[in-house]
């Protein structure tokens, strides 16, 4: 009986280290995950880097200062073809006005002396009116001075009116153009992107040597 109890213990004791054993080996079987890699930056991948970036920023100003100067230059040009239409314009308008002036003159100094006969011509009819009415007269040698100095003030206007239609038309002045339209201002180019320096790599302080400082004392 003794015997009996000492095997079926035996038997129970072997499957449970055979099932431990079996269990172990089922978790060493397991695949264990793959951690992500850590992409890091190294020295000689930094320093090529900024060598790049150095360069791209010279080419940036570089690219930068001839935009400026370009502008510079479109801007000059802007203003100064501006400012010579504006001259050509005023200088136009003015030697047209003074071409008027000038026709005008000449067109007045014709006049004058065919107003200076009819002035003369009304002032003698006065003349005789008032000479004739200066005597205390009969109304009807009265009312035939009126008639004189009528007739005589009419002469002179037609007189004076033929003479001038014989001159032509006079000068009309003329009206001024219409204002300049000043040209957009030209805008300025965009440049280029600027471009971003690469990041430095920082030590890791998980190696030898890169970690902090032990500041325990011994």
Known sequence: MKTKKLVTVTVLASSLILGSMTAARADDSTPSPTPSPVVTTTNSVYAAQLAAYKIALTQYKVAMLTIEISYRATMRKYWSDWSAAVKAYETSWQATLANFQALKAAYEAKVAPLETARQSAIDSADAAFLAAVAANNSQASEEAALTAHQNAVQAANSAYKTAVAALGAAPVRPTKPAD????PVPVKPAGPTKPVAPVKPVADP???GK????TKKS
């Open 180 to 183: 300049l339209v000043k040209p």
């Open 206 to 208: 998980t190696k030898p």
């Open 211 to 214: 970690g902090p400082k032990d």
